[in-house]
């Protein structure tokens, strides 16, 4: 039931637009149910009595209510689309909100394509029920009502007769209400399965290929899809099983009105007209009866769509409790005896320490695997550690605002980002306020301007999804500029050069140099001709600082540096 106030909720900013299609609905209700009473008119007085006046006076009535059924069911239409879009886009919004500030290490866990799914498929059902279900439910609980009173009131006994079918339809509908609820839950479940695998498959089209791996791709969607198909003629086949039987039993209630109001008439208590206004409000009677038979069904069901979008808006949050800001430069980076694993019982990073200072090129190397991205990962708090700190100027990292801390880093990762936006927008992610000279700057230290002139919108270019179409070194060097950009009192770079060749490192090595000179600098690299001139290196192995120290005292004192750096350099031999 919380739930169920908690989708409420976001009906409230249209209330009044609910209202108003509520009294449209009630408008069109009313009119519809003048007609049938006008025909018995026209059967019953107008013909015995010749009386043309009548006439004019009925049929005129009839087409005023039939004019105002159809213009106010399409404002109730219009406004409970209104409400049901409006709340959709509200729902969107919070649930792509909330899943971009997730805990980082939760996203992980989620399937980009599920996710996505929920966002559009289970949200647009939810958005339903509460813009358009709530109106159809009064609708008909009103037809029902109002049809039942006005048969009651022509003629008691003709309908009592014709409303014993009524508990029928409701009995047969109510015999597939569970087939129902299971079957459009699994619908939504295997939609849910097939676009998440849809997507994860055509993000890895490249590997797809290389490995020959089409069919086999395929063949996994294709099982998918073959439960979605499974559940989707289970439901066509309940529908057509129970719309069929329902047909039959309504067809009887008009038989029954026929045969026990023909007596009637025959018998002199009841009239042709109210025979004839009788089945046409039988007819009026049975969708509305059949829908509220499945309402708590339809509901239910919704209930679990909400339930899966709600499951990712209760994601725990990021922490964001600090509350520093963090205005001045940051002179000094320190890790101190940092402990921390992706798992409870293993550690990756055991008792770190690091120190990098403004001006300083500080370096991390190591083993594939040793820690290094996870032990950077810690400054802009993708995680934080298990034991021991992170601090800027001996401010532990936790308790600045994640916005003023994260302003102040500039990471270029290991596993490039682009967007799918031009080369130019691509840039200005860095620094979306950047003035265009500015822009130019960084476009030019990263040396961009070779990529742009091969384009042929320059940098205007779309790069595409994931900027594919670039080589792996053009693409580090746009996610460079990225950083210059963004001019960040922190710089890291996570093997930010290793796809370039040595010499355009070093070219964009001495155009950068003055840029981050004023900066603290952390470079992690495999490749140590990119390190060896860094004040400091500091050397991961499995988790542990072993050494740390410039090039020449590490190649003295560290066997395991001596082993990469020859290991390296017969290698570049
Ligand atoms: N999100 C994650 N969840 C669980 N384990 C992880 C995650 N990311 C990394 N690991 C594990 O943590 C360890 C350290 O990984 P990390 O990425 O920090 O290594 P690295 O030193 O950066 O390696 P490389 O030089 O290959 O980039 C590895 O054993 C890795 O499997
Ligand atoms: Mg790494």
Redesign the pocket.
Known sequence: MNLFRRVLGYLRPYLWLEAGAFLAMLVAQAAMYVTPILTMNIVDNVVGRRDVRLLALSTGGMIVAIVIVQVFRGVTQYLTSLVTQRVLVDMRRDLFDRSLRTRY?LT?TRQTGDVVSRLVNDLSMVAGLVGQTLIDVSTNILTVIGGIAVMVYLNWRLAGASLTVLPLVVLTFALFQRRYYVVGMKLQRTTGLVSAYATSALQGQREIKTFGNERLETENLLRRMTLFLKASMERAWVTALSGGIIQIVCGMGQVIVFMYGGYQAIMGRATLGQIIAFTNYLGFLYGPAQQLTVINLSIKSTMAAAQRAFEVMDLPAEDDSGRRALSHSVSEVNFEDVWFG??EDKP?LKGCALRARKGEMVALV?A????????ISLLPRLYDPWRGRVTLDGVDVRDFSLASLRSRLGVVS?DIFLFDASLIENVRYGRPTASPDDVRRACAAAHLDEIAAELPHGYDEVLGERALRLSAGQRQRISLARVVLRDPEVIILD?ATSALDSESETTIRETMIPLVSRRVLIVIA?RLSTVNQADRIYV?DEGAIIASGPHSDLLESCSQYRRLYQEQFIAGK
């Open positions: 290490a992980l992706y798992s990756v190591g594939s695997g040793s820690g290094k991205t996870t032990l290991q093997e495999h991961l």
